[in-house]
């Protein structure tokens, strides 16, 4: 049988994997180890909150001794980490933070594994959740493959690439069983309203500003975050050892066209004559060290496990801007309290 822990559960995407493994996978186990930090939030989880192979435990990944008892009480086989502090304007304002969630706490959990698996690998699996970021920015062309040099260029994407190393390193020296995927930008339900969609979506129902950074001709790839979790499905069960897989949506934006297809969507939910909130759209202060093109080339995932995305961005961003105005009572929640003072330090001074 899995047992499975899965870090960073309460997050956004790992709020999605926990339900597709939990409800895919009735015989398996699942443990979401999560600290809760202002991103995780255990109302992400109500609807499997009673499942009977669901269990959460309020945790840090740094905690060795937690992991490692854990580790043993639930027999685990498998880890999936996502666990870790994932905005890049919060890695610009405080980098040590991601150091020491992203990288000392990676490490940690990759000691507490090979000490509880003491060096007997068979059946075991360590599967780390990676970014498109490590590998820096795109000129116009190309696309990021599996064998793209590392190169990131915020603290955040430094400390996933670290993490990455070390994920690579214990798999070189010590054999520990691993996995890797770097996927692109996810959207969909469940997001923390300091990413570019949830924050967009929220200030243009409230008729608030659009801060987009620089002249807003950035380009990222988008894939809706359901897809992803089916990816992570595919590369735990189907993917080879020790590989790298790339995640994408083959589906890239700059964002300001981004922004035009959002308002024009919400535009009409809201029953907003056709581009009035493109009155809110403010340029902005760029994000210092902004990385102009992320593009994944996904054909690695698709050739070998078979996957590829299930929606087209257009009915994905549907289907996402319907559910944050049916969940009006999740936004409030997270937007109240210490999000206010996160916006006013972020905005204020662009
Ligand atoms: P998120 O910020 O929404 O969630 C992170 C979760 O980790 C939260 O629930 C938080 O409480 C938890 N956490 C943070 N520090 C912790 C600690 N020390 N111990 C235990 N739990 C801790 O992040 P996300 O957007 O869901 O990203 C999840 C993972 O996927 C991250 O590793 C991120 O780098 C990676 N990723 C994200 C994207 C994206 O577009 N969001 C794309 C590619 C990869
Ligand atoms: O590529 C994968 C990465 O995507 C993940 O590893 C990160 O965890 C995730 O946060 C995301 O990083 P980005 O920096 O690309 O996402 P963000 O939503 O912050 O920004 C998307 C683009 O929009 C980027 O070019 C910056 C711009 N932007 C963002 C915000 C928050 C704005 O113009 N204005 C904003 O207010």
New binding site residues.
């Given amino acids: 049988m899995n047992s499975i822990l899965i870090?960073?559960g309460?997050?956004?995407?790992?709020s999605h994997l926990v339900q597709h493994f939990s409800n895919k996978y009735p015989d398996y186990k699942i443990i979401n180890?999560?600290?809760?930090?202002y991103?995780?939030n255990l109302e992400n989880l109500k609807d499997i909150q009673q499942s009977p192979n669901y269990h959460f435990v309020k945790?840090?990944?740094?905690d060795f001794d937690l992991v490692k008892e854990l580790m043993e009480v639930h027999q685990i086989n498998s880890i999936i980490h996502?666990?870790?502090?994932?905005?890049v304007d919060r890695s610009i304002s405080n980098p040590m933070e991601f150091v020491t969630?992203n990288v000392v706490?990676t490490v940690n959990l990759l000691n507490a594994a090979k000490a509880c698996w003491n060096d007997n690998f068979e059946d075991k699996l360590f599967y780390f959740?990676?970014?498109?970021e490590v590998y820096g920015t795109l000129g116009e062309t190309g696309l990021f493959t599996e064998e793209t040099p590392y190169d990131p260029r915020s603290p955040y994407s430094a400390s996933?690439a670290s993490a990455d190393h070390f994920v690579r390193a214990y798999h070189h020296t010590y054999n520990l069983p691993v996995k890797l995927s770097n996927?692109?930008?996810?959207y969909g339900a469940y997001?923390?309203p300091e990413?570019l969609l949830p924050l967009f979506i929220n200030n243009i129902k409230h008729n608030k500003n659009l801060p987009v950074y620089g002249d807003g001709k950035y380009t990222r790839d988008w894939l809706w975050v359901v897809d992803h979790a089916r990816a992570i499905d595919d590369v735990f069960h189907k993917g080879k050892m020790g590989e790298t897989y790339n995640i994408g949506g083959f589906n890239e934006w700059q964002n300001i066209d981004l922004i035009h297809l959002l308002i024009e969507q919400m535009d009409e939910k809201l029953g907003r004559p056709k581009d009035t909130s493109k009155e809110l759209i403010t340029f902005v202060t760029d994000r210092p060290g902004h990385d102009k093109r992320y593009a994944i080339d996904a054909n690695k995932i698709k050739t070998e496990l078979g996957w590829e995305p299930s929606v087209t961005f257009e009915e994905g961003l549907n289907k996402t801007i319907d559910w944050y105005l049916e969940n009006e009572a999740w936004m409030n929640n997270v937007t109240s309290g210490s999000y206010q003072s996160y916006y006013e330090q972020q905005y204020a001074k662009r």
Avoid: P, Y
């Fill in positions: 870090t960073g309460a997050g956004f995407i790992g180890l999560d600290k809760l930090t991103a995780g945790g840090d990944i740094g996502l666990a870790a502090e994932s905005h969630t706490g959740v990676s970014t498109d996933k996927c692109s930008n996810n997001q923390f990413k």
